[in-house]
């Protein structure tokens, strides 16, 4: 499994951006698909998770304003995000296990200027 993730930039505060995250290879038995930021100096944290039947995990910031839905016939997981906050900008990384494997993709930078 492969993982692209795209969609990052620079906004301002209040703004909204949308993460897309492709996935090539053989997509078949993920069980789950998230979003995931690391700040300078920082673990990196989760942001939300989608499992295989739909059910959604957000990390307590976020809920409200962000929002992870995924498209299977693109094979793409997306997250919208609005609201957005100084506190928001990370390099945002896409994830995703299949079976007992967990894959990344590459970061995509997020930059929220006040």
């Known amino acids: 499994v492969q993982l692209q993730a795209s969609g990052g930039g620079l906004v301002q505060v209040g703004g909204s951006l949308r993460l897309s995250c492709a996935a090539s290879?053989?997509?078949?038995?993920?069980?789950?698909t998230g979003w995931y930021r690391q700040a300078p100096g920082k673990q990196r944290e989760l942001v939300a998770t989608m499992s295989r039947g739909g059910t959604t995990n957000y990390k307590d910031s976020v809920k409200g304003r962000f929002t992870i839905s995924r498209d299977n016939a693109r094979k793409t997981v997306y997250l919208q995000m609005n609201s957005l906050k100084p506190e928001d900008s990370a390099v945002y990384y896409c994830?995703?296990?299949?079976?007992?494997?967990?894959?990344w993709g590459q970061g995509t930078q997020v930059t929220v200027s006040s």
């Open positions: 290879g053989i997509i078949l038995m993920i069980r789950s």
């Open positions: 994830n995703a296990w299949k079976m007992n494997n967990e894959y």
